[in-house]
């Protein structure tokens, strides 16, 4: 399957508002954060997801027990802090690894919007 989509123009706001829940993330400020999400493509064995996520601001646990995600990011700001590392700031034009075994924060500091691509073994 061959998809032609330009995603920094794609408008995620039409989409649907769903809290951030488990087991994606945990929300830690505010209580509620809001993601908008457009899933572009699934493997048959669903083992790889390939998407658009959009994110307000708030800070979020995360734990990448059985998946590993790469992202390209569009729009916004977040700093990202594995546990026991230094925080890295995320800004449109950089891309991120978040490999199984992961933990740490993110912190939307901008509504963020980014192009992702998930894993499972």
């Known amino acids: 399957m061959t998809t032609n989509l330009r995603p920094a123009e ?13 087991p ?11 993601t908008r999400n457009h899933i572009i493509h699934i493997s048959d064995d669903k083992k790889v997801v390939y998407g658009l996520w959009e994110c307000e ?8 027990e059985d998946r590993q995600e790469m992202i390209y990011v569009l729009a916004g700001k977040m700093t990202v802090q594995e546990d026991g590392g230094d925080p890295v700031e995320l800004t449109p ?7 199984v075994g992961w933990r ?6 901008e509504t963020f919007k980014k ?7």
């Open 93 to 99: 034009g950089m891309s991120a690894a978040f490999p």
């Open 115 to 121: 192009i992702y691509v998930v894993v499972r073994p």
């Open 57 to 64: 601001p708030g800070t979020s646990r995360w734990e990448y």
């Open 10 to 22: 794609f408008d995620l706001t039409q989409r649907k508002q769903r809290p951030l829940v488990p």
């Open 24 to 34: 994606s993330a945990t929300p830690i400020k505010p209580e509620e954060i809001l």
């Open 104 to 109: 740490g924060t993110w912190d939307v500091h």
